[in-house]
């Protein structure tokens, strides 16, 4: 499968950005992850085949996820950014969902995109 992202961008604290990830094929679990220089990869939300969308805790309320699936493209809202959001943003296709993250087969990783950066001053 081949993701690209794209939506990516710098913006005011306080400003929405709205990313996108067309696939080439969906999967199972289509998500967002993010990740800052010297971070791990952290996941941000998560969509399965039934709908079933989850969003970490410190996003919640914020960002929304959201799958197109006419057009294979996956969707994360944000809104009321804030500077620690600031990071590179990956989409990810997986077999599974685990809570706001999607994994590859028995937790390995998931398929990445190549990552649209986010910048909130």
């Known amino acids: 499968v081949q993701l690209v992202e794209s939506g990516g961008g710098s913006v005011q604290a306080g400003g929405s950005l709205r990313l996108s990830c067309v696939a080439s094929r969906l999967t199972y679990c289509m998500g967002w992850f993010r990740q800052t220089p010297g971070k791990e990869r952290e996941g941000v939300a998560a969509?399965?085949?039934?709908?079933?969308?989850t969003t970490a805790d410190f996003v919640q309320g914020r960002f929304t996820i959201s799958l197109d699936s006419a057009t294979n493209t996956l969707y994360l809202q944000m809104s009321s950014l804030e500077p620690e959001d600031t990071a590179r943003y990956y989409c990810?296709?997986?077999?599974?969902?685990?809570?706001?993250?999607?994994?590859?087969?028995?937790?390995?990783?998931?398929?990445w995109g190549q990552g649209t950066q986010v910048t909130v001053s």
């Open positions: 969509i399965d085949g039934g709908g079933r969308a």
């Open positions: 990810a296709a997986g077999s599974e969902k685990r809570g706001f993250r999607c994994s590859g087969d028995d937790d390995q990783a998931p398929t």
